[in-house]
C-alpha cells in the first residue's frame, strides 16, 4: 500500500485526541467532549417570521397546543405558521399590562380552555382563552402586599395551590379555593421554583442559592449545595431529573446533582473546554439526553456515556444555532426542542421521524466546497469523491465527516475545471470529466492528475471537451458520454474511437442492463440501445400519437430496479418504465401524483421503493401501487430543486442526493412514520359559536393542526354543514372562504393531519348562525301576517262601505239623469268636484242659448284640454261632455216649463235646440214624460 493512504482519510485525525486531552484536564466527570453539529439543523424563527422581538425568555405549551413564546417585547402565540402577538394597548383595558414577559403557567389539567398566567415585570396577567382577553392578578394579602414586581416563576403543586417567584418580593401563594394570597418575604432575588414529585417546593435565588419549602414552620429555609455546607449563590433553574434527582443549573458552577432522599449534592457538569458553564434551562430530551441551555450555546448531555456535545452558532452556516446565549428550552407533545435566545428569537429542532443529513459549503477547510453538487463516486477506500459544478472536486471521508477540495492550481497535477460533470472511480483511478475543459484521470492515492485528454484533429481523440458521463461495462470497456457524441476508451493504444451511431448527439447517462445490454440516454435525440453480443443498435424516440412511446426525448439518466425492470427519468416527460416484452414504456407524471415532471436521478432502496429527486424535491414511489410522497424543504431538505443525474447509493444504502446547496444524505430505512395526532383549532374564532348578521354572509375561517415537524405539510378536510354536501380537501392551505351565505344555521367541520398524513378523524367544529335582515326574520313575518289581517278586514269594511256608498250614488246619479229637478251637485263625491260641476254649468248655462255651443267652447272656457274634460265630466257623472251639455239644457228647459211663462215652440230656443220636434223627442228620453204634458200640468 501507498505510504500516504489515504489523506483525505485523514485530514485531522489527531483533532478528536487533542480535544479529549483538554477535556480531560479540565474536567474528570466528561471523559469526551466533543464539539460540532454534525446531525443538528435549526429551524429558526425570530422577528421577520412574525415573532414580536428576539429575546425569549420563556416557551409553553398550551392545553390546546398552541406554543407560547415571552419576550421582552409582547407575549406570542404560534400556531406553526404564523404568530399572533399580545402587546400592552392603555386604550384597550383587556390587553395585557405589561410587555417584558418573563414566566408563562397553566394549570388546564382536563380543560385545555384553562386560563393562562404570564408572570411580567409588573405582576401577573391572567389570560381566558375564550375571550382572548386579560385581566390582571390583583388581589392582595391580608397585609395589603400586591404582586406587582417581576414574576419570574410560576408553578402549582399538587393540590392546585400557585407559587410565584417575585423578584426581590419573594415567593408568594395563591390559594385559588380560599381566594388567598400569602407572601413569603425573602433577601435574595427569588428566581426558579421547582415542585418535586413529593410536591415539595424548591426556589432557586440569585445571591443566597437554594431553599426549600418547610410546610410545618410556614417558611423557606436554605439548603447547602456544596460538600462544605455552602450555598452556590446565583441558581437560574431547578429541574426535577428521574432518579430522584434535583438539577441545579447555576451561573458559574455548572450543573448540580442533588439526591432528593439522601439530600447529598455533587457536580454534574462544571465546565467545558475551560468555560465555566452558565446554565440558564435545564430539560431532559431523552433517557439518556440532557439538555442545557447556556450563555455558552446549548449542550446536550449524553448521561449514559458521560459526554458532552456543544452546539453554537456558526456565522456562515444557516442552519447553525442562532445565538449563543440560550434562556429557555421546551420539548412540545410532539417531541420537537425549542430553544429560547437572547438575540437570535427561536430555534427548534424536530423529532427525527424523516432525518436527512445535509452537507453544505461552510466557512472550514475542511467542509464541502461548492454548492452544486453534481457526481458522487465511492473508491474501494470507503471515500466518496464528489464532483461539484462551481468548485471543484471533493473527497469526503464518512467516518470523520470531513472534505478535502481539490481546485486547479495551474500546475500539470492538479485538475484541469473547477466545473466536474462526469466520475468514475476504477480501482486506484478516477476519471474526472469536466465541462468544456476535457477530461483528467487521477491517482488515487497520490491524489494527483497523471493523465489528461481533450478533443483534437485526432479522430481518435475526444468526442468533445464536456464529459458528462464515465461508465464502465462488465466487460471492462470505459464508455465516455460528451456533448458531442459517444466514444469508447482503448487502454492498448490510450486512445479513443469515437461511435458513429449516436453521431454528435449529446450523451447524458450510460448504463449496463442486467442482460448485457448498453443504454445510452440523450438530451434531446431519446434513447439508445446497444447490444454488444449481436452489435445492434436501435434507438427509441417520444411518438406525441403514441402514449406508451418514450416519455420524452430528453432523457436525463437510467436505473434498473431489483425486479429487473428499466427506468428512465426525463426533463419533462416524468419517468417511464420500458418494457422489454413488447418495447414500449410506462410513462408516470405529475397526473399520477409526482411533484414535478422534471425527474433527475432515481435510487431504488431495499424495499423496492424508488427515490426520485425533482424540481420541487424529493419523491418516495412506490411502483407496485403507484403511492407516492414527496418531501421538501419543509422536511428538512436544502432546497426542493436537485441537480441532474445526481445520486449514488452507498454499500450500506445510505443514500446521497446532490442538489443546488449541497447534498443531503440519508437512510430509506430509517424513516420513522410520525405517528403524532395533532389537535386542530380554528384560531380566528375564540368561541364554538359564531353569530352574524346577513351583512357578515361572506368569511373566513382560519385553522391549524398544531404539528409544528413541516407546519406546511400539513393537510386539511373541511365542510360547512347545511350549505355543502361533501367534504373539501386542501393541501398547502390553512383557511377557507365563504362568500353570499344565506341565513340560516351551519356547522362548520374541520379535520387536519401532522406532515405524515397522520389524521385527527374528530372534526373540529365551530357553530354558526347568519341572522336574517329583520324583514326576513320569523316576528317580521308575524307581523306582516298581522299587518295582512287589518288590511284584510280593513278593507273588507272598505269594500262594503264603498258599496253601499255606490249603491246611494247610483241612486243620486241616476236621480240626476231621470230627475228634472236634481241639481248637478248632488252627484258630487267631494267638494272639488261640486266646485267643478258648478263651473261647467256656469259655462253651459252662459250659452244656454246659442246652438253652435260645443264641448270645445266648454273647454276652452274652463282653461283645460277636450280629453282631460273629458275625463273629468265621465268621472263624475259617468257622462259624456255632449250628454251633460244636453242634460243641463234639458234640465233648464223643465225649470222653465213649470213657470208657464213659455209656450214649447219658443222654449227650445232658449235652452239651444234647433228644432220643437227634437226637442220634445229628447226631453222625453231623458225624463220619461213629453214637454206637452208638464205644460199641461202647469
Known amino acids: 500500500m501507498h505510504k500516504n493512504l489515504y489523506l483525505c482519510q485523514k485530514i485531522d485525525e489527531s483533532y478528536p485526541m487533542k480535544k479529549w486531552l483538554i477535556s480531560i484536564a479540565i474536567t474528570l466527570l466528561i471523559p469526551v467532549s466533543m464539539r460540532g453539529e454534525e446531525g443538528y ?42 404568530f399572533h402577538n399580545f402587546r400592552h394597548d392603555k386604550d384597550d383595558k383587556h390587553s395585557i399590562g405589561n410587555n417584558f414577559i418573563r414566566s408563562i403557567f397553566q394549570d388546564y389539567g382536563q380543560d385545555e380552555l384553562a386560563d393562562i398566567w404570564v408572570g411580567t415585570d409588573a405582576g401577573v396577567y391572567i389570560y381566558h382563552p375564550s375571550t382572548k382577553h386579560f385581566s390582571r392578578f390583583d388581589l392582595q394579602t391580608a397585609d395589603g402586599i400586591s404582586l406587582d414586581r417581576e414574576v419570574n416563576d410560576i408553578k402549582a403543586d399538587k393540590s392546585g395551590n400557585i407559587w410565584f ?41 440569585h445571591g443566597k442559592g437554594l431553599f426549600c419549602y418547610n410546610s410545618e414552620k410556614d417558611l423557606f429555609e436554605s439548603v447547602a449545595t456544596t460538600k462544605g455546607g455552602e450555598t452556590e449563590a446565583d441558581i437560574y433553574r431547578l429541574f426535577q431529573d428521574n432518579y430522584n434527582d434535583l438539577l441545579i443549573g447555576t451561573a458559574n458552577g455548572g450543573v448540580k446533582k442533588m439526591n432528593l432522599i439522601t439530600k447529598k449534592t455533587e457536580p454534574l457538569l462544571t465546565s467545558e473546554a475551560g468555560n465555566r458553564l452558565f446554565v440558564r434551562d435545564i430539560i431532559r430530551k431523552s433517557d439518556t439526553e440532557l439538555c442545557l441551555a447556556t450563555e455558552s450555546g446549548f449542550y446536550i448531555y449524553n448521561t449514559h456515556n458521560r459526554t458532552l456535545k456543544n452546539l453554537t452558532h456558526e456565522p456562515f452556516d444557516p442552519y447553525s444555532l442562532s445565538d449563543n446565549a440560550v434562556y429557555s428550552l421546551y420539548i412540545d407533545r410532539e417531541g420537537g426542542l425549542w430553544m429560547g435566545t437572547y438575540f437570535g428569537g427561536i430555534n427548534y429542532y424536530p423529532p427525527q421521524h424523516t432525518h ?237 401524483g409526482l411533484p414535478n415532471d422534471m425527474v433527475y436521478k432515481i435510487l431504488e432502496d431495499d424495499k423496492g421503493r424508488l427515490w426520485l429527486s425533482t424540481n420541487k424535491g424529493l419523491s418516495c414511489f412506490n411502483p407496485d401501487n403507484g403511492f407516492i410522497k414527496t418531501f421538501t424543504l419543509d422536511n428538512g431538505l436544502l432546497g426542493d430543486q436537485f441537480n441532474y443525474k445526481s445520486g449514488y447509493k452507498s454499500p450500506n444504502g445510505k443514500f446521497y442526493f446532490g442538489c443546488l446547496n449541497g447534498f443531503i444524505a440519508f437512510d430509506p430505512q430509517a424513516f420513522a412514520r410520525n405517528e403524532y395526532v395533532p389537535p386542530v383549532v380554528i384560531t380566528n374564532f375564540p368561541s364554538k359559536e359564531i353569530h352574524l ?42 383557511s377557507v372562504a365563504y362568500s ?104 253651459i248655462h252662459k250659452h244656454l242659448s246659442d246652438i253652435s255651443f260645443n264641448v270645445d267652447v266648454l273647454a276652452d272656457e274652463l282653461h283645460t284640454s277636450r280629453s282631460s274634460l273629458h275625463r273629468k265630466i265621465k268621472g263624475i257623472s259617468e257622462l259624456t261632455p255632449n250628454d251633460f251639455i244636453q242634460l243641463v239644457r234639458l234640465t233648464k228647459a223643465a225649470e222653465l216649463l213649470k213657470t208657464g211663462s213659455y209656450r214649447i215652440n219658443e222654449l227650445y230656443l232658449l235652452v239651444g235646440f234647433g228644432s220643437s220636434s227634437y226637442f220634445s223627442k229628447k226631453y222625453k228620453e231623458q225624463f220619461g214624460v213629453s214637454p206637452r204634458d208638464i205644460a199641461t200640468r202647469h
Open 356 to 592: 436527512f443529513e445535509r452537507f453544505y459549503p461552510q466557512n472550514k477547510k475542511d467542509a464541502l466546497h461548492g454548492k452544486r453538487v453534481r457526481e458522487f463516486q465511492r473508491d474501494h477506500y470507503g471515500n466518496f469523491w464528489i464532483g461539484t459544478e462551481d468548485n471543484g472536486l471533493n473527497c469526503y471521508n464518512p467516518r470523520t465527516h470531513t472534505f478535502k477540495n481539490f481546485m486547479p492550481d495551474g500546475t500539470p497535477e492538479s485538475i484541469v475545471y473547477h466545473n466536474i460533470h462526469g466520475l468514475l472511480a476504477d480501482g486506484d483511478k478516477l476519471w474526472v470529466g469536466t465541462f468544456t475543459h476535457g477530461l483528467n484521470v487521477i491517482d488515487i492515492p497520490s491524489q494527483k492528475v497523471i493523465r489528461h485528454y481533450t478533443k483534437t484533429d485526432d479522430p481518435q481523440s475526444l468526442s468533445e471537451n464536456s464529459v458528462f458521463s464515465i461508465y464502465k461495462d462488465v466487460s471492462g470497456n470505459i464508455w465516455l458520454g460528451t456533448t458531442g457524441g459517444l466514444a469508447l476508451y482503448n487502454p492498448q493504444h490510450d486512445n479513443f474511437t469515437r461511435i458513429e451511431y449516436t453521431g454528435n448527439t449529446f450523451i447524458y447517462d450510460i448504463f449496463q442492463s442486467y442482460d448485457g445490454i448498453l443504454w445510452f440516454a440523450s438530451y434531446s435525440k431519446g434513447l439508445f440501445r446497444y447490444n454488444p453480443r449481436t452489435k445492434e443498435w436501435k434507438v427509441f424516440k417520444h411518438d406525441a400519437s403514441d402514449k406508451n412511446s418514450l416519455a420524452f426525448d430528453k432523457v436525463i439518466s437510467v436505473c434498473e430496479d431489483s425486479k429487473k425492470r428499466l427506468w428512465l427519468t426525463t426533463e419533462g416527460g416524468g419517468v417511464c418504465r420500458y418494457n422489454s416484452e413488447d418495447e414500449s414504456f410506462t410513462s408516470f407524471s405529475t397526473k399520477d
Open 41 to 82: 439543523a435549526f429551524r429558526h424563527l425570530n422577528v421577520e417570521s412574525g415573532l414580536p422581538q428576539n429575546t425569549v425568555n420563556c416557551i409553553f405549551q398550551d392545553g390546546q397546543g398552541f406554543l407560547w413564546f415571552g419576550t421582552k417585547d409582547g407575549l406570542s402565540r404560534y400556531d406553526g405558521t404564523s
Open 693 to 734: 348578521s346577513y351583512k357578515q354572509s361572506s368569511f373566513s375561517i382560519d385553522f391549524a393542526a398544531l404539528s409544528y415537524v413541516a407546519p406546511k405539510k400539513n393537510k386539511y378536510a373541511c365542510i360547512l354543514e347545511g350549505f355543502e354536501d361533501k367534504w373539501t380537501l386542501l393541501e398547502g392551505k390553512h
Open 165 to 205: 417567584a417575585a423578584d426581590w418580593q419573594g415567593v408568594f401563594l395563591y390559594r385559588p379555593q380560599q381566594k388567598e394570597l400569602i407572601a413569603y418575604p425573602m433577601e435574595a432575588f427569588a428566581w426558579c421554583i421547582c415542585l418535586d414529585r413529593e410536591d415539595n417546593v424548591w426556589l432557586g435565588t
Open 740 to 843: 353570499n351565505i344565506p341565513p340560516g344555521n351551519y356547522v362548520f367541520r374541520v379535520k387536519g393531519t401532522n406532515n405524515d398524513d397522520k389524521w385527527n378523524e374528530t372534526p373540529t367544529e365551530l357553530a354558526i348562525i347568519i341572522h336574517p335582515p329583520f324583514y326576513k326574520t320569523h316576528l317580521a313575518y308575524a307581523l306582516y301576517a298581522f299587518l295582512l289581517l287589518i288590511s284584510l278586514v280593513w278593507a273588507s269594511l272598505f269594500y262594503k262601505r264603498r258599496a253601499h256608498q255606490l249603491r246611494d250614488f247610483r241612486k243620486v246619479e241616476q236621480a240626476f239623469i231621470n230627475s228634472p229637478t236634481t241639481t248637478a251637485d248632488s252627484i258630487a263625491r267631494t267638494k272639488a268636484d261640486e266646485i267643478f260641476l258648478g263651473k261647467v254649468t256656469e259655462v
